[in-house]
């Protein structure tokens, strides 16, 4: 994929049951346009993804999964692994914040994560952002480096390609308190400057990178703008279906 196409992925979290999603993407099909430019994805629960799989227009939306195991089969009770989610979905979310701060998620599982997603075909979001307090102590820098490399250690430069970031800064997530454009423009360029550093300035450039934190209609078109914002990572807007394909119409719109 290259950065001519804006991407758009809806995380549900833990929101919306079997039937309520069915219905939900039925209402999103309605009113999310199809466009050449921007690709649409969804991140149901785990138990709504085979469903909607069977029901989604694959040109209208791809789907994502919010999570699964690194190992792809075995005596793992109560897990689902990338194996077993190929041909159902196209992208798998790895390292959100809530992963790593309610299940203390750490490096080297999203590090597995990545090497399984791409072993099976999966393109792995891998999110990495700060806490208000990292912030604070200024090691924003720091954090990010860390998680960035943590994630992406055994990804070669070809593998690169299929690897989409996530800036989520945790202190701007399902608040309300978006990061300013600034802080976000500040953020992604640290971390394309950091994938420089790592695959070479070629690598780095085509590497699409998301923000996500308080994405509203409102405030998406200043992020729009940010030449190095490829798109977003949205939770609550995801949930509104006037919202989150009004979100979609303002990324077809970027002059980016
Ligand atoms: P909100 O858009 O609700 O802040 O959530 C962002 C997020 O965590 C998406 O993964």
Same mark, same amino acid.
């Given at each position: 994929?290259?950065?001519?196409?804006?991407?758009?992925?809806?995380?549900?979290?833990?929101?919306?049951?079997?039937?309520?999603?069915?219905?939900?993407?039925?209402?999103?099909?309605?009113?999310?346009?199809?466009?050449?430019?921007?690709?649409?994805?969804?991140?149901?629960?785990?138990?709504?993804?085979?469903?909607?799989?069977?029901?989604?227009?694959?040109?209208?939306?791809?789907?994502?999964?919010?999570?699964?195991?690194?190992?792809?089969?075995?005596?793992?009770?109560?897990?689902?692994?990338?194996?077993?989610?190929?041909?159902?979905?196209?992208?798998?979310?790895?390292?959100?914040?809530?992963?790593?701060?309610?299940?203390?998620?750490? /490096?080297?599982?999203?590090?597995?994560?990545?090497?399984?997603?791409?072993?099976?075909?999966?393109?792995?979001?891998?999110?990495?952002?700060?806490?208000?307090?990292?912030?604070?102590?200024?090691?924003?820098?720091?954090? %990010?480096?860390?998680?960035?490399?943590?994630?992406?250690?055994?990804?070669?430069?070809?593998?690169?390609?299929?690897?989409?970031?996530?800036?989520?800064?945790?202190?701007?997530?399902?608040?309300?308190?978006?990061?300013?454009?600034?802080?976000?423009?500040?953020?992604?360029?640290?971390?394309?400057?950091?994938?420089?550093? %790592?695959?070479?300035?070629?690598?780095?450039?085509?590497?699409?990178?998301?923000?996500?934190?308080?994405?509203?209609?409102?405030?998406?078109? /200043?992020?729009?703008?940010?030449?190095?914002? /490829?798109?977003?990572? %949205?939770?609550?807007?995801?949930?509104?279906?006037?919202?989150?394909?009004?979100?979609?119409?303002?990324?077809?719109?970027?002059?980016?």
């Amino acid at each position: 994929m290259t950065r001519d196409k804006k991407l758009i992925i809806g995380n549900w979290k833990m929101n919306l049951g079997v039937q309520e999603s069915s219905l939900y993407v039925h209402k999103l099909a309605e009113k999310v346009q199809i466009h050449r430019n921007v690709e649409v994805v969804l991140a149901p629960t785990m138990l709504t993804l085979q469903t909607l799989s069977l029901q989604v227009n694959f040109r209208q939306f791809k789907l994502a999964a919010q999570n699964f195991y690194w190992r792809d089969s075995g005596a793992f009770t109560g897990e689902v692994s990338a194996t077993q989610l190929r041909g159902i979905v196209q992208y798998g979310i790895i390292g959100h914040s809530e992963r790593r701060h309610v299940f203390h998620e750490t /490096d080297k599982d999203t590090r597995a994560k990545v090497q399984a997603a791409i072993r099976n075909g999966i393109r792995p979001v891998l999110c990495i952002g700060e806490t208000a307090n990292e912030r604070a102590i200024g090691e924003t820098d720091d954090i %990010l480096y860390d998680q960035l490399i943590g994630g992406l250690a055994n990804v070669t430069s070809e593998e690169l390609n299929e690897v989409v970031i996530a800036y989520e800064p945790v202190w701007a997530i399902g608040n309300g308190h978006s990061a300013s454009p600034l802080d976000v423009k500040t953020a992604v360029r640290a971390i394309r400057h950091n994938l420089k550093h %790592l695959y070479g300035a070629k690598a780095s450039e085509a590497v699409q990178i998301l923000y996500g934190g308080s994405v509203t209609e409102h405030n998406a078109a /200043d992020y729009l703008e940010l030449s190095d914002v /490829d798109g977003f990572l %949205l939770g609550g807007s995801s949930l509104d279906a006037k919202v989150f394909s009004e979100i979609v119409e303002k990324a077809h719109k970027s002059k980016n």
